[in-house]
């Protein structure tokens, strides 16, 4: 069990929160985590965030799903059990265009979803913790972490950026 | 981002973010109406039939209904094209309009998701009764088995069991995915209680975090970007099962990009018919306003203009082909013993959506909610003219027949609309109506006067 | 603040220079074929159609943006519309057809016996043919001149939203009308070449062939006109959205070419094969360099987001789209009026010079006005949007 101190305070607007997260980065504040009620514009530049690897993981499983889809038909109408519909020739190539594709998209759709799903641990019975139900009304929140006992300074920091409802969170995690 | 002053406000009224939150929430909270209660025994009372008239079907076999050995495909292959067309505008609305970023699709894409979601759960049931034995549905999947076979991936029909199921599951997918952060939000409006471990459970944890909101928007974008030609492929695959044959009024290779058109037509009249009762009902007229109205109208006379001249290219074309059977299909559309089939459609899918080019038709409430319906009929006899009219004169006169449908035919499309009513009630009664997040962002933009909370 | 664009001496040269080498390569291949009359027209057809194509795709391409209430596209607007200003010359090219018409359509001299060209006679004969090309010319051309002049006119008038509402039922016009020609126009000039054969989904196949090369042309132009030091405001994200609209429409081109292809296949009806059979037997090559060139050369360079954001990439897939569709006409025209794939002296002389008469209309049109509208209504926010990342 490792126990960890969040300070967390809350903007009523996305546009103060983005100017108070500027204003905590030219202090040096590390910014644990930001929540917000909709993805705010702009807000993922700010905060330096690399684009998400998700399109890459979405192609990867459409490559797969293209080619195992391809390939069972093919191997379905050479190998398995070859048999003649309607004079087609056997490898009857547009055929399979429509199995393939979807089994293209459903592949790749799958994989991003899980994908969002895992990378971000979101899922049934996910144990992420709340700081406050606001964040999803119309609260913008700031989260940093406290390390080495600089709670207090961190409180005073985010106050005198504007935060409101500035306190402690003691997590287990 | 800027938006130009010249621009309509897409939510009138005042609002601020909470008041967002606490306008759309609202139906949700406390004891349901008496109007809905009754809405939901009506849906149900209707579902029973249908489950009546699916278990006559199958317990008395297929000579209960009126098709015969001309006439292999009559209602339940109308009613499934019919419902998987309307299950398009969903879809459409959230994926292609969020790739050609229309603001205005915030407010309707939640619940048109929704009614596309239970439109095709619809239309999936069509062809597995017509299947006749429920229980072996399974047996359309490729999986190794004992009779050493494969499926035939030849046939257009086992492609639709790919592209439907695709579409379902891709549509689900979409629809939680975009639906997980505004059940947080009901999450964290609940007050402790088995509800809230209910909603807690369903929201997956959501918690807003900056990180997720940026992977949230970059899957939607990939998803959208996905869901894109998958709509376009579900109808077009659809139209396959009659464009791959030689039937004169089948085999003709518009019928593809007409047919997903058409669908999308079907499917806004649909989403307009419900919205507008909807909107009503549970007070949300400022988030669907005459901006969605005209919006909304603006791609029905689009899709219907499109679909118009589909028909017109089909009848030229037909006398252009010289082949003398495809004269004869088209002549006998419109002039046989179905003619009365092929007006309605042309008046309702045709003539009706031109009223939408008089700005003060397409702007109205009451004038849209009528000609939505007529949308709804014009293209439900659009399905029927295309595979009634086409199969009833087949090549020998010997077998030229005609058609009516028994009440179980007519029972089982009663028991879909049932079946769609009663999953609609429950959606609109437990899931929040409006897309809550994607509302609130373009708020500032886009709302008559935006409130901002002082500090 | 938006720097003029000047026609200057130096790109009037250049251009005067490729129709010259267009017209000699031209005139020698027209002497090396005088007696392939049929060849010699197909040419004409060909680049007449196709570039004239191109200007109503552009047109088409600011219609579309204007009836669907966008705003980003204000900031290249001009360019497409200075295309869509070629219609008349592409016109007089087209008249040319009119007058080699025995030499590329077979249904001008049917055999007495062939019932089902006799058939077609009511709409398929010189003279009901000849007012339908001079009225296509002419309507486009007065609908493409009225929205020109009408985005002109906002230069001098700022703050107009009657011109701006007018301009927007002109587009409703417009788009009904060329509902109904598009299609009408690519039965009457290219399906009519395969004077016997038939399909419903022709015409919108060609439509789009057509608007994918309009986009092409638009991204090599602004390449063009960036690399001469003007359109400078032109930001990563309208490059953005003008690489997605060539990855899309190039991926809903294959979806259409597939639909076509699959359902004659499939049926296997001999009416209908035999238009494929003979492309696949005697242009088998170009044919199939068709598909693979315009579907997956754009496909496979413009699916990463990076690529659509970078001018270099966006000009590469473009001129591949521009060719690749020159090639489909190619494909559309030859096999039915020449009858075997040539490519020599007078396809590359005469591309050129009616490429050079394109780009100088174009040119010309363009430094007539402003380089942007900038009192169309959304046209700030041309500059304050982004595309999710």
């Given at each position: 069990?490792?126990?960890?101190?969040?300070?967390?305070?809350?903007?009523?607007?996305?546009?103060?929160?983005?100017v108070?997260?500027?204003?905590?980065?030219?202090?040096?504040?590390?910014?644990?985590?930001?929540?917000?009620?909709?993805?705010?514009?702009?807000?993922?530049?700010?905060?330096?965030?690399?684009?998400?690897?998700?399109?890459?993981?979405?192609?990867?499983?459409?490559?797969?799903?293209?080619?195992?889809?391809?390939?069972?038909?093919?191997?379905?109408?050479?190998?398995?059990?070859?048999?003649?519909?309607?004079?087609?020739?056997?490898?009857?190539?547009?055929?399979?265009?429509?199995?393939?594709?979807?089994?293209?998209?459903?592949?790749a759709?799958?994989?991003?979803?899980?994908?969002?799903?895992?990378?971000?641990?979101?899922?049934?019975?996910?144990?992420?913790?709340?700081?406050?139900?606001?964040?999803t009304?119309?609260?913008?929140?700031i989260?940093?972490?406290?390390?080495?006992?600089?709670?207090?300074?961190?409180?005073?920091?985010?106050?005198?950026?504007?935060?409101?409802?500035?306190?402690?969170?003691?997590?287990?995690? | 981002?800027?938006?130009?002053?010249?621009?309509?406000?897409?939510?009138?009224?005042?609002?601020?973010?909470?008041?967002?939150?606490?306008?759309?929430?609202?139906?949700?909270?406390?004891?349901?109406?008496?109007?809905?209660?009754?809405?939901?025994?009506?849906?149900?009372?209707?579902?029973?039939?249908?489950?009546y008239?699916?278990?006559?079907?199958?317990?008395?076999?297929?000579?209960?209904?009126?098709?015969?050995?001309?006439?292999?495909?009559?209602?339940?292959?109308?009613?499934?094209?019919?419902?998987?067309?309307?299950?398009?505008?969903?879809?459409?609305?959230?994926?292609?309009?969020?790739?050609?970023?229309?603001?205005?699709?915030?407010?309707?894409?939640?619940?048109?998701?929704?009614?596309?979601?239970?439109?095709?759960?619809?239309?999936?049931?069509?062809?597995?009764?017509h299947?006749?034995?429920?229980?072996?549905?399974?047996?359309?999947?490729?999986?190794?088995?004992?009779?050493?076979?494969?499926?035939?991936?030849?046939?257009?029909?086992?492609?639709?069991?790919?592209?439907?199921?695709?579409?379902?599951?891709?549509?689900?997918?979409?629809?939680?995915?975009?639906?997980?952060?505004?059940?947080?939000?009901?999450?964290?409006?609940?007050?402790?209680?088995?509800?809230?471990?209910?909603?807690?459970?369903?929201?997956?944890?959501?918690?807003?975090?900056?990180?997720?909101?940026?992977?949230?928007?970059?899957?939607?974008?990939?998803?959208?970007?996905?869901?894109?030609?998958?709509?376009?492929?579900?109808?077009?695959?659809?139209?396959f099962?009659?464009?791959?044959?030689?039937?004169?009024?089948?085999?003709?290779?518009?019928?593809?990009?007409?047919?997903?058109?058409?669908?999308?037509?079907?499917g806004?009249?649909?989403?307009?018919?419900?919205?507008?009762?909807?909107?009503?009902?549970?007070?949300?007229?400022?988030?669907?306003?005459?901006?969605?109205?005209?919006?909304?109208?603006?791609?029905?006379?689009?899709?219907?203009?499109?679909?118009?001249?589909?028909?017109?290219?089909?009848?030229?074309?037909?006398?252009?082909?010289?082949?003398?059977?495809?004269?004869?299909?088209?002549?006998?559309?419109?002039?046989?013993?179905?003619?009365?089939?092929?007006?309605?459609?042309?008046?309702?899918?045709?003539?009706?959506?031109?009223?939408?080019?008089?700005?003060?038709?397409?702007?109205?409430?009451?004038?849209?909610?009528?000609?939505?319906?007529?949308?709804?009929?014009?293209?439900?006899?659009?399905?029927f003219?295309?595979?009634?009219?086409?199969?009833?004169r087949?090549?020998?006169?010997?077998?030229?027949?005609?058609?009516?449908?028994?009440?179980?035919e007519?029972?089982?499309?009663?028991?879909?609309?049932?079946?769609?009513?009663?999953?609609?009630?429950?959606?609109?009664?437990?899931?929040?109506?409006?897309?809550?997040?994607?509302?609130?962002?373009?708020?500032?933009t886009?709302?008559?006067?935006?409130?901002?909370?002082?500090? | 603040?938006?720097?003029?664009?000047?026609?200057?001496?130096?790109?009037?040269?250049?251009?005067?220079?490729?129709?010259?080498?267009?017209?000699?390569?031209?005139?020698?291949?027209?002497?090396?074929?005088?007696d392939?009359?049929?060849?010699?027209?197909?040419?004409?057809?060909?680049?007449?159609?196709?570039?004239?194509?191109?200007?109503?795709?552009?047109?088409?391409?600011?219609v579309?943006?204007?009836?669907?209430?966008?705003?980003?596209?204000?900031?290249?607007?001009?360019?497409?519309?200075?295309?869509?200003?070629?219609?008349?010359?592409?016109?007089?090219?087209?008249?040319?057809?009119?007058?080699?018409?025995?030499?590329?359509?077979?249904?001008?001299?049917?055999?007495?016996?062939?019932?089902?060209?006799?058939?077609?006679?009511?709409?398929?004969?010189?003279?009901?043919?000849?007012?339908?090309?001079?009225v296509?010319?002419?309507?486009?051309?007065?609908?493409?001149?009225?929205?020109?002049?009408?985005?002109?006119?906002?230069?001098?008038?700022?703050?107009?939203?009657?011109?701006?509402?007018?301009?927007?039922?002109?587009?409703?016009?417009?788009?009904?009308?060329?509902?109904?020609?598009?299609?009408?126009?690519?039965?009457?000039?290219?399906?009519?070449?395969?004077?016997?054969?038939?399909?419903?989904?022709?015409?919108?196949?060609?439509?789009?062939?057509?608007?994918?090369?309009?986009?092409?042309?638009?991204?090599?132009?602004?390449f063009?006109?960036?690399?001469?030091?003007?359109?400078?405001?032109?930001?990563?994200?309208?490059?953005?959205?003008?690489?997605?609209?060539?990855?899309?429409?190039?991926?809903?081109?294959?979806?259409?070419?597939?639909?076509?292809?699959?359902?004659?296949?499939?049926?296997?009806?001999?009416e209908?094969?035999?238009?494929?059979?003979?492309?696949?037997?005697?242009?088998?090559?170009?044919?199939?360099?068709?598909?693979?060139?315009?579907?997956?050369?754009?496909?496979?360079?413009?699916?990463?987001?990076?690529?659509?954001?970078?001018?270099?990439?966006?000009?590469?897939?473009?001129?591949?789209?521009?060719?690749?569709?020159?090639?489909?006409m190619?494909?559309?025209?030859?096999?039915?009026?020449v009858?075997?794939?040539?490519?020599?002296?007078?396809?590359?002389?005469?591309?050129?010079?009616?490429?050079?008469?394109?780009?100088?209309?174009?040119?010309?049109?363009?430094?007539?006005?402003?380089?942007?509208?900038?009192?169309?209504?959304?046209?700030?926010?041309?500059?304050?949007?982004d595309?999710?990342?």
């Amino acid at each position: 069990m490792e126990e960890k101190t969040y300070v967390s305070g809350y903007f009523p607007d996305d546009k103060d929160l983005i100017v108070a997260i500027k204003e905590l980065q030219e202090k040096n504040v590390d910014i644990a985590d930001v929540r917000t009620p909709f993805p705010v514009h702009g807000l993922d530049k700010v905060l330096k965030y690399r684009r998400s690897r998700l399109p890459r993981a979405g192609f990867v499983a459409g490559v797969i799903g293209c080619a195992i889809g391809f390939g069972f038909q093919a191997w379905v109408f050479t190998q398995a059990w070859p048999l003649n519909f309607g004079g087609k020739p056997f490898m009857s190539v547009p055929s399979f265009i429509p199995v393939t594709f979807e089994l293209t998209v459903l592949f790749a759709a799958f994989a991003l979803v899980f994908g969002f799903l895992i990378s971000s641990k979101l899922g049934p019975g996910s144990d992420n913790i709340i700081y406050d139900e606001g964040v999803t009304d119309d609260r913008f929140q700031i989260l940093l972490e406290v390390k080495n006992a600089n709670g207090d300074a961190l409180q005073e920091s985010l106050q005198s950026v504007g935060a409101l409802g500035v306190q402690l969170h003691e997590v287990k995690s | 981002m800027y938006v130009s002053p010249v621009r309509e406000p897409l939510i009138s009224g005042e609002k601020s973010y909470s008041k967002v939150t606490k306008d759309i929430y609202a139906p949700m909270e406390g004891k349901p109406g008496k109007l809905w209660y009754a809405g939901l025994t009506a849906a149900l009372i209707a579902l029973m039939f249908g489950g009546y008239s699916i278990f006559v079907t199958v317990w008395d076999g297929i000579g209960t209904w009126g098709l015969n050995r001309t006439i292999g495909w009559g209602w339940g292959i109308t009613n499934f094209v019919w419902w998987v067309g309307i299950g398009h505008a969903g879809t459409f609305i959230s994926a292609i309009l969020l790739l050609f970023r229309q603001k205005w699709r915030t407010s309707i894409n939640r619940s048109a998701e929704a009614m596309t979601i239970i439109a095709v759960m619809c239309a999936g049931l069509f062809p597995l009764i017509h299947m006749g034995r429920l229980p072996l549905g399974f047996f359309i999947f490729p999986y190794p088995n004992t009779r050493d076979v494969w499926v035939n991936f030849n046939s257009p029909l086992l492609w639709d069991v790919f592209a439907i199921s695709t579409y379902l599951t891709v549509s689900v997918l979409f629809w939680y995915m975009g639906l997980i952060p505004d059940i947080g939000t009901i999450r964290d409006k609940l007050v402790p209680g088995i509800k809230k471990k209910i909603y807690s459970a369903l929201s997956f944890g959501w918690t807003g975090s900056a990180r997720h909101w940026a992977r949230h928007e970059s899957m939607s974008l990939i998803l959208a970007g996905l869901a894109a030609p998958l709509v376009l492929s579900v109808h077009t695959i659809v139209s396959f099962d009659f464009a791959t044959s030689v039937i004169p009024g089948w085999h003709t290779t518009i019928f593809p990009p007409y047919f997903v058109s058409g669908a999308v037509f079907s499917g806004f009249a649909m989403v307009l018919t419900l919205m507008i009762i909807t909107r009503k009902a549970i007070n949300l007229e400022s988030y669907i306003t005459k901006a969605h109205l005209e919006s909304m109208n603006k791609i029905i006379i689009a899709t219907g203009s499109i679909v118009g001249i589909a028909y017109i290219t089909e009848l030229f074309i037909a006398w252009y082909s010289g082949v003398v059977y495809e004269q004869y299909a088209f002549v006998n559309r419109a002039f046989g013993p179905y003619w009365w089939a092929y007006w309605i459609m042309m008046t309702c899918n045709v003539i009706t959506p031109q009223l939408f080019w008089f700005k003060k038709i397409r702007r109205s409430f009451a004038a849209t909610f009528v000609i939505s319906i007529f949308v709804n009929i014009g293209m439900w006899f659009e399905r029927f003219v295309i595979i009634v009219t086409s199969l009833h004169r087949d090549f020998l006169p010997s077998s030229w027949s005609m058609y009516t449908p028994t009440w179980v035919e007519v029972g089982i499309y009663v028991g879909t609309f049932g079946l769609f009513f009663t999953l609609f009630f429950l959606f609109i009664r437990f899931f929040p109506v409006i897309a809550i997040a994607e509302v609130k962002s373009v708020l500032k933009t886009s709302a008559e006067k935006f409130i901002k909370k002082g500090k | 603040m938006y720097k003029s664009f000047e026609f200057t001496q130096n790109i009037k040269k250049f251009l005067i220079a490729l129709m010259v080498i267009g017209a000699l390569l031209t005139v020698v291949g027209v002497f090396m074929n005088l007696d392939h009359m049929h060849r010699i027209m197909a040419n004409v057809l060909l680049n007449g159609f196709y570039f004239t194509a191109i200007a109503m795709g552009a047109a088409f391409f600011v219609v579309v943006h204007i009836l669907g209430e966008s705003g980003w596209h204000t900031a290249i607007q001009r360019i497409p519309e200075a295309l869509g200003q070629y219609i008349p010359v592409g016109g007089v090219i087209m008249l040319l057809v009119l007058l080699g018409m025995g030499d590329l359509y077979h249904w001008t001299h049917p055999d007495p016996d062939d019932t089902i060209l006799l058939g077609k006679v009511p709409f398929l004969n010189p003279v009901f043919f000849s007012i339908r090309t001079v009225v296509y010319i002419v309507v486009w051309t007065l609908l493409v001149r009225k929205l020109r002049k009408m985005s002109l006119a906002s230069d001098s008038s700022p703050d107009d939203i009657k011109l701006f509402t007018r301009t927007r039922n002109w587009s409703g016009i417009f788009i009904v009308i060329f509902a109904i020609t598009s299609s009408t126009s690519a039965w009457d000039w290219i399906m009519s070449i395969d004077s016997h054969w038939f399909s419903t989904l022709f015409g919108w196949y060609i439509f789009v062939s057509s608007f994918v090369a309009a986009v092409a042309m638009v991204i090599i132009l602004l390449f063009v006109l960036r690399r001469m030091g003007y359109m400078d405001h032109v930001n990563e994200e309208h490059m953005h959205d003008l690489g997605k609209y060539l990855f899309g429409f190039s991926v809903f081109w294959a979806y259409l070419w597939v639909s076509q292809y699959l359902l004659i296949w499939y049926s296997n009806i001999p009416e209908e094969t035999i238009y494929f059979v003979k492309r696949q037997e005697d242009f088998g090559m170009i044919f199939w360099a068709n598909v693979i060139i315009n579907f997956l050369a754009p496909f496979l360079i413009l699916m990463a987001r990076g690529t659509k954001r970078k001018m270099n990439w966006l000009l590469v897939s473009a001129i591949i789209v521009f060719v690749g569709h020159w090639i489909d006409m190619y494909v559309a025209i030859w096999p039915g009026s020449v009858g075997h794939a040539d490519f020599g002296l007078l396809e590359i002389g005469m591309t050129l010079l009616v490429l050079g008469v394109f780009l100088f209309s174009f040119f010309r049109h363009f430094a007539k006005a402003p380089v942007v509208p900038e009192n169309h209504p959304y046209f700030k926010e041309s500059f304050d949007y982004d595309n999710i990342r």
